[in-house]
């Protein structure tokens, strides 16, 4: 399927003729399928799930554990696995964090984390390493801005109970290896926790291939609607950890002076889940399967060749990335313009990027930038829209320096 055929099922596009989006980092555009689901949702099977005995009540549990199922054949997560739902990958993470983490850590252990980490899994560790007295160590990047593994190697040690990564930045353009990475630091007994948020709509997801212990991820980045996120665990570390948000669903038995709770996956669900956009990220599911990752992989490595071919030509703009493991999102800058002022001439032009620190601080500072521009490719996305692209980008030298 050509990009050009797979935007008739974006309603988004075909409603916004003038609009070039490339910020799907942030968050994708979504399928017809996936926002008919959420009024399919409310129009024919809203109730609380699992709280009433009534049919529909059951039938909103039905959605909720068919999508739960789904979503770990989806990512391969085998029998060892469990899937809990959260409201987002952040929420997820911090699941591990405070579940885990501050349970598990004492004065003296390590936790290893890489510095391309978004904040959503860096600040939660630097906060539990501190509430535990534990010692947050970063490994860097090696001169062609790919994690640098073997600094990540020499940093690994008998101390370093956490080792935690992104599977995809959401700045670079760099792949990881995973599985080589978790089975590194298994060496060392480490717990391992992927985010797979940049990854999820990009690349076949296997957990049982990667063999980590945790992996998170929001629904909507992957055409899903907000408000769904998901942490798959391994289920003999779930079933030892304390609950994380406490509340209604995740109980057993309560009296006045204590509580036993529910098994897993309940365990970690606490309060009433959004049970629609659970939904439509099985619907989201449907529609990545029915392109499948190797078409997705195709056209999205075509547009970001020729994104990387046109990029260049542009003499004023400097570009970030690891020419071997090109993925889906670049960032640039342009000397003495301000991201800021580049994005809001592209903004006046309808060119949607992102510009800032893209939730990873420590990864600016780091590059030696305090911020940066950055444009996001999906499978939906068109050579035209690069080419309007890099016409904005003239246009803001142009604005700026005059023609
Ligand atoms: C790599 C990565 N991890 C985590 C997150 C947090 O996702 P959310 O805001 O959906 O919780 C993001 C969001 O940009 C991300 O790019």
Same mark, same amino acid.
């Given at each position: ?19 070039t ?49 789904k ?12 899937l ?24 003296g ?5 890489s %510095? ?11 906060? %539990? ?8 160590k970063?490994?860097?990047?090696? $001169? ?14 008998s ?40 990854l ?8 049982d ?13 992957? +055409? ?6 998901? +942490? ?26 204590s ?49 990387? $071919? ?31 002022d ?48 890099i ?13």
């Amino acid at each position: 399927m050509r990009p050009e055929e797979i935007r008739k099922d974006f309603p988004f596009f075909e409603k916004n003729k003038n609009i070039t989006y490339l910020d799907s980092a942030a968050t994708s555009q979504k399928p017809s399928i996936v926002i008919d689901s959420l009024k399919e949702y409310y129009e024919t099977f809203n109730a609380n799930a699992g709280r009433g005995s009534y049919g529909l009540s059951a039938k909103s549990k039905e959605i909720l554990e068919n999508t739960r199922e789904k979503l770990k054949d989806f990512t391969k997560a085998g029998h060892d696995y469990e899937l809990i739902f959260t409201k987002s990958a952040t929420e997820a993470l911090n699941l591990v964090s405070y579940s885990y983490g501050l349970n598990n850590l004492k004065k003296g252990d390590q936790v290893l984390i890489s %510095i391309a980490d978004h904040h959503a899994n860096l600040v939660n560790w630097q906060y %539990i390493c501190e509430k535990t007295g534990s010692e947050l160590k970063y490994f860097y990047l090696d $001169e062609n801005l790919n994690l640098d593994l073997e600094d990540y190697r020499r940093k690994l040690n008998s101390k370093t109970k956490i080792v935690a990564f992104t599977g995809a930045s959401n700045v670079l353009s760099f792949e990881v290896e995973i599985a080589k990475m978790v089975e590194m630091a298994k060496e060392y007994g480490a717990v391992t926790v992927v985010d797979a948020t940049q990854l999820i709509s990009h690349r076949q997801i296997d957990v049982d291939a990667y063999k980590c212990d945790f992996l998170a991820f929001s629904g909507h980045k992957a +055409l899903a609607s907000q408000g769904v996120g998901c +942490l798959i665990g391994k289920k003999d570390l779930l079933n030892k950890m304390d609950p994380f948000l406490l509340g209604g669903d995740m109980i057993e038995y309560v009296t006045e002076e204590s509580v036993s709770y529910a098994e897993i996956p309940s365990k970690f669900e606490a309060g009433t889940l959004d049970i629609g956009a659970i939904y439509s990220l099985n619907k989201a599911v449907d529609y990545i399967n029915h392109i499948g990752y190797e078409s997705i992989e195709k056209i999205e490595r075509n547009l970001f060749s020729y994104l990387l $071919e046109e990029i260049e030509k542009l003499d004023f703009v400097k570009i970030y990335y690891d020419p071997s493991h090109s993925h889906t999102n670049l960032i640039f800058t342009i000397e003495n313009i301000h991201p800021h002022d580049i994005s809001q001439i592209l903004d006046y032009y309808g060119i949607c990027i992102r510009t800032g620190h893209h939730c990873a601080q420590p990864l600016h500072r780091y590059l030696g930038l305090n911020s940066s521009s950055r444009v996001s490719i999906a499978f939906y996305n068109t050579k035209e829209e690069i080419n309007r692209l890099i016409w904005g980008l003239k246009k803001v030298k142009e604005v700026i320096y005059g023609a």
